[in-house]
């Protein structure tokens, strides 16, 4: 497996510098990366946009959901996307409940953003990406990122042409975070971070998604020296203990370093690992709950592929272990079969914190103390936004097109009242919408039901968080709690405003 670390020697890239210094447009229609290069004319490209590869996508590999099912998705998580804050706030068991069945193609960035923070950081610092776009950056991680750009998804038709669009954009997004973490650089990891996230939106958004990811998600992982991910190896050679004892003892004997194997799983939260449906799962899931969505992929691969004692007969030693996990048998890693496992894991996030804790003493005494230390880790996006509240106007879906109004303002309020009056003289009980079963249901699904209505503003403002219990699991018949306590009440919370988009993102 390869090792990963800030900088690694490679063949000469052509310089992108020159291409991104121009400001190509991010809407210019020249057509896609892979028809400039002209792969269209022999290769067909997938749904998610890869023309080949391990990652393409197979209906061996993915779950096809339903047109019908999708738009009913949609709706919800429109609904959603209008009111973040009540429901992350009062329903937030049900956001974790959608992510876990995926969130629709449509509204994945959308939805990525807000999950992440990136939308309320974004709006909270307006120009500075922009600014930091313009600063020709620091020789040093230009020139490594330049040479890491073709290694990238060079199957997917965003990055399959050097120095096109998605190049450009993936150049920029990592140039501008070395400005704006001087202290941490670059680190390879970070470029498959990006560019899953570019392929879901704008540089822009990506650029603030990915300062999300490796501040609050992912803290240290990608810092000089790599103590995170190496104390997160350790946590996780913990947890394996609890979950499969068989795979823990084998890993053991054969003294075989969870950094060996655990190093590209973590830092590109299997994006270079898993058939791409499955990813796209994952990473649903991740930015809901956190780090320990991570930390159950990792143990279901390694209890799948180390945990019968047939298994390990095929590897009597280090080598032909290490060979079986650099090939994962597909079956393991199907989007159905996958997501089904990993919310069977019983690891939660206080179970991660409670192993960090023991491990990090260990460390301390075998090796001192850290040489960087990372801000503390958050576990979701629920704790996200509590530790940093939003402002109202933070959280508004900002239109990327905008219509001028061809009547004038007078005629369009005579327009406005008329139609007001004849409403008044209608009114319709709306009809209740027949809720579609899910073709994929989760371990003890709750049985279909008709759409709940969006949380009421009745609620008393001085009303405190409730403390959740630690079940963490699809198998109880109550809501899957959050992990951790709850914070001190906020500003947030006193809020007994829903915020409403009067117009539509269309950015899709």
């Given at each position: 497996?390869?090792?990963?670390?800030?900088?690694?020697?490679?063949?000469?890239?052509?310089?992108?510098?020159?291409?991104?210094?121009?400001?190509?447009d991010d809407e210019s229609s020249l057509g896609s990366d892979s028809e400039i290069n002209g792969?269209?004319?022999?290769?067909?490209?997938?749904?998610?946009?890869?023309?080949?590869?391990?990652?393409?996508?197979?209906?061996?590999?993915?779950?096809?959901?339903?047109?019908?099912?999708?738009?009913?998705?949609?709706?919800?998580?429109?609904?959603?996307?209008?009111?973040?804050?009540?429901?992350?706030?009062?329903?937030?068991?049900?956001?974790?409940?959608?992510?876990?069945?995926?969130?629709?193609?449509?509204?994945?960035?959308?939805?990525?953003?807000?999950?992440?923070?990136?939308?309320?950081?974004?709006?909270?610092?307006?120009?500075?990406?922009?600014?930091?776009?313009?600063?020709?950056?620091?020789?040093?991680?230009?020139?490594?990122?330049?040479?890491?750009?073709?290694?990238?998804?060079?199957?997917?038709?965003?990055?399959?042409?050097?120095?096109?669009?998605?190049?450009?954009?993936?150049?920029?997004?990592?140039?501008?975070?070395?400005?704006?973490?001087?202290?941490?650089?670059?680190?390879?990891?970070?470029?498959?971070?990006?560019?899953?996230?570019?392929?879901?939106?704008?540089?822009?958004?990506?650029?603030?998604?990915?300062?999300?990811?490796?501040?609050?998600?992912?803290?240290?992982?990608?810092?000089?020296?790599?103590?995170?991910?190496?104390?997160?190896?350790?946590?996780?050679?913990?947890?394996?203990?609890?979950?499969?004892?068989?795979?823990?003892?084998?890993?053991?004997?054969?003294?075989?370093?969870?950094?060996?194997?655990?190093?590209?799983?973590?830092?590109?939260?299997?994006?270079?690992?898993?058939?791409?449906?499955?990813?796209?799962?994952?990473?649903?899931?991740?930015?809901?709950?956190?780090?320990?969505?991570?930390?159950?992929v990792g143990l279901v691969l390694l209890k799948c592929m180390l945990g019968t004692r047939e298994?390990?007969?095929?590897?009597?030693?280090?080598?032909?272990?290490?060979?079986?996990?650099?090939?994962?048998?597909?079956?393991?890693?199907?989007?159905?079969?996958?997501?089904?496992?990993?919310?069977?894991?019983?690891?939660?996030?206080?179970?991660?914190?409670?192993?960090?804790?023991?491990?990090?003493?260990?460390?301390?005494?075998?090796?001192?103390?850290?040489?960087?230390?990372?801000?503390?880790?958050?576990?979701?996006?629920?704790?996200?936004?509590?530790?940093?509240?939003?402002?109202?106007?933070?959280?508004?879906?900002?239109?990327?097109?905008?219509?001028?109004?061809?009547?004038?303002?007078?005629?369009?309020?005579?327009?406005?009242?008329?139609?007001?009056?004849?409403?008044?003289?209608?009114?319709?009980?709306?009809?209740?919408?027949?809720?579609?079963?899910?073709?994929?249901?989760?371990?003890?699904?709750?049985?279909?039901?008709?759409?709940?209505?969006?949380?009421?503003?009745?609620?008393?403002?001085?009303?405190?968080?409730?403390?959740?219990?630690?079940?963490?699991?699809?198998?109880?018949?109550?809501?899957?709690?959050?992990?951790?306590?709850?914070?001190?009440?906020?500003?947030?919370?006193?809020?007994?405003?829903?915020?409403?988009?009067?117009?539509?993102?269309?950015?899709?």
């Amino acid at each position: 497996m390869a090792k990963i670390e800030n900088g690694r020697q490679s063949a000469d890239t052509g310089s992108i510098r020159t291409i991104s210094s121009s400001h190509v447009d991010d809407e210019s229609s020249l057509g896609s990366d892979s028809e400039i290069n002209g792969f269209t004319s022999d290769r067909q490209t997938d749904k998610y946009g890869f023309i080949g590869g391990a990652q393409q996508y197979s209906e061996e590999s993915a779950q096809d959901v339903p047109p019908e099912v999708l738009r009913q998705r949609e709706v919800k998580w429109l609904d959603m996307l209008s009111h973040w804050d009540k429901w992350m706030i009062k329903r937030f068991n049900k956001v974790r409940l959608r992510c876990q069945k995926g969130i629709p193609p449509a509204l994945r960035g959308r939805a990525w953003l807000y999950l992440s923070g990136g939308k309320v950081k974004k709006e909270q610092n307006q120009g500075k990406f922009q600014e930091l776009d313009s600063q020709p950056g620091d020789p040093k991680w230009v020139d490594v990122i330049e040479k890491d750009l073709h290694r990238q998804f060079p199957f997917h038709e965003m990055f399959v042409s050097r120095g096109g669009h998605g190049q450009q954009d993936l150049f920029r997004v990592l140039k501008a975070y070395t400005l704006y973490r001087p202290e941490e650089g670059y680190c390879q990891a970070q470029a498959p971070i990006a560019a899953v996230l570019l392929m879901h939106m704008p540089a822009e958004d990506a650029f603030w998604g990915l300062v999300q990811i490796c501040e609050k998600y992912l803290p240290g992982y990608y810092s000089p020296g790599l103590e995170a991910i190496q104390l997160d190896g350790e946590i996780l050679f913990a947890l394996l203990r609890r979950v499969s004892p068989l795979a823990f003892r084998h890993l053991e004997k054969h003294k075989i370093d969870p950094i060996l194997y655990m190093t590209e799983w973590f830092m590109c939260a299997f994006s270079r690992t898993l058939p791409w449906a499955s990813v796209l799962r994952v990473w649903d899931m991740f930015l809901c709950d956190g780090v320990k969505i991570i930390f159950r992929v990792g143990l279901v691969l390694l209890k799948c592929m180390l945990g019968t004692r047939e298994k390990l007969k095929a590897c009597q030693g280090q080598y032909e272990t290490m060979e079986l996990l650099r090939a994962i048998e597909p079956r393991y890693m199907q989007e159905g079969f996958l997501v089904r496992e990993i919310l069977e894991v019983p690891v939660t996030a206080r179970d991660v914190e409670r192993v960090h804790h023991s491990q990090l003493k260990r460390w301390k005494k075998n090796r001192g103390e850290l040489n960087f230390k990372p801000p503390p880790r958050m576990h979701g996006a629920r704790l996200i936004m509590l530790a940093e509240p939003p402002r109202h106007q933070d959280l508004q879906q900002n239109p990327t097109i905008v219509l001028e109004a061809s009547q004038p303002a007078s005629q369009l309020k005579k327009g406005k009242e008329e139609k007001k009056s004849k409403k008044k003289k209608s009114v319709k009980k709306p009809q209740p919408v027949k809720e579609i079963p899910n073709p994929y249901p989760l371990p003890n699904d709750p049985p279909p039901s008709d759409p709940p209505a969006p949380p009421s503003d009745s609620t008393s403002s001085t009303q405190e968080l409730k403390p959740q219990t630690e079940t963490d699991s699809l198998h109880q018949q109550t809501e899957p709690p959050t992990d951790l306590p709850p914070a001190k009440e906020s500003a947030l919370q006193r809020s007994t405003q829903s915020l409403s988009s009067t117009e539509q993102d269309t950015y899709l």
